[in-house]
């Protein structure tokens, strides 16, 4: 069957440290793009950041310099290091896989995402 499943999440004090990880199931995985999103209650899913398959990150401007998104093709694993916490990073985190078509778009769309994983909770407290 075909998955990811992340893992990692927890509760940390305000300007610590966690590492999440995302293993999937999926052939051919080091030809995507995977990305890693964050959703709180009410708001829409958010886009964090993302690696292509070259194994270039990006991401979205609230955790530039905080955030690292790794991969290890041989693992089938992307991993989302995150430091310097803050309050608002406090979410449920996602990791997903863009679609074939999409993998050399840099686009923060989750439409652009065929598969998801089912989330990680992420608390950091003041």
């Known amino acids: 069957q075909v998955q990811l499943v992340e893992s990692g999440g927890g509760s940390v004090q305000a300007g610590g440290s966690l590492r999440l990880s995302c293993t999937a199931s999926?052939?051919?995985?080091?030809?995507?793009?995977m990305g890693w999103f964050r959703q709180t209650p009410g708001k829409e899913r958010e886009f964090v950041g993302a690696?292509?398959?070259?194994?270039?990150?990006y991401y979205t401007d609230s955790v530039e310099g905080r955030f690292t998104i790794s991969r290890d093709n041989d693992k089938n694993t992307v991993f989302l290091q995150m430091n310097s916490l803050k309050p608002e990073d406090t979410a449920v985190y996602y990791c997903?896989?863009?679609?074939?078509?999409?993998?050399?778009?840099?686009?923060?769309?989750?439409?652009?995402?065929?598969?998801w994983g089912q989330g990680t909770q992420v608390t950091v407290s003041s």
């Open positions: 997903a896989k863009k679609g074939p078509l999409q993998s050399f778009s840099l686009s923060p769309d989750p439409k652009g995402y065929d598969l």
């Open positions: 999926t052939r051919a995985f080091s030809a995507y793009t």
């Open positions: 690696i292509r398959p070259s194994g270039t990150p």
